[in-house]
């Protein structure tokens, strides 16, 4: 539909314009009313003659008048020497309200209670007395002969042999010895590691060690009773003391448990 109305507007604006090429004058000028404060320009197009008989000669230029009318303005629009720079006040702005104070409760925090450690009680055995087993001797029968009963005293004498020993004798097994009771003893291999930065400065130092031994050698507690003074002898004396095996006390040729003390020395002459 766009495009039949787009058709019909084409051709009647090119016969219109048709129309005024053919029956216009072209040589009419029309005035064009000039505004104020705009220049004018009138320009006049003359046809050129051209005679047969003479070759063509160039036409004269056309004459162009100009009229240049300087604009005035009025004096409303005139702008002024001076200007005046308007002031502007700005309201000031209302301090924001105060926010009321938040309070926090803050809980208070009890102190950490450190509990100390359990230390180990060394058990002290008493060392075991060994009594001698008492023998007891039998009690010799005293068998009395009268010469009249000559027949009697052979038969007492003969039922006295007989009779078994009486039972408060002692048996062959408790007559027998004893077993060996022996301490515990630290193992020959027993040597801690001597600190490197010890060494080169020439610091000696002893450690006082208890250990609690088992019935198969091995260390159950290591306690530092008297320390050297210095960290590292310390922690190099119990890290030997829980590493070996000892060799456990013997009681009645049996091993039990029991403590062994002893000191372990730091020197550089023996580095024991």
Known sequence: MKTIWYCLAFGISVT????LLLFGD???????PVQQGHASLAINL???????ASPPTPAPAPEVEVEVETPTVPEAEKVPDTFTVPTF????????PLAAP????IMPTLPRIVEPLPVEEPIIQQPSVIRPA????PTPTVVETQPVKEQVVEQSQTDTANQPAPESVASN???LPQGVTTQAKRPDSFKPVYPMLFRRRGIEGTVTMQIQITATGIARSVIVTQSSGYRQFDAAA???CRSVRYIPAMKHGRPVESTLTFDVVFRLQSDS
């Open 102 to 105: 938040v309070i926090e409760h």
């Open 89 to 96: 006040t700005v309201p000031e702005a209302e301090p924001a």
């Open 16 to 19: 219109l314009h048709a129309t």
């Open 26 to 32: 072209p040589t009419q000028t029309s005035q064009i």
């Open 173 to 175: 097994s408790d007559l």
């Open 134 to 137: 008492k023998t007891i001797q």
């Open 238 to 240: 119990v890290k030997e």
């Open 46 to 52: 003359l046809p050129a003659i051209q005679s047969q």
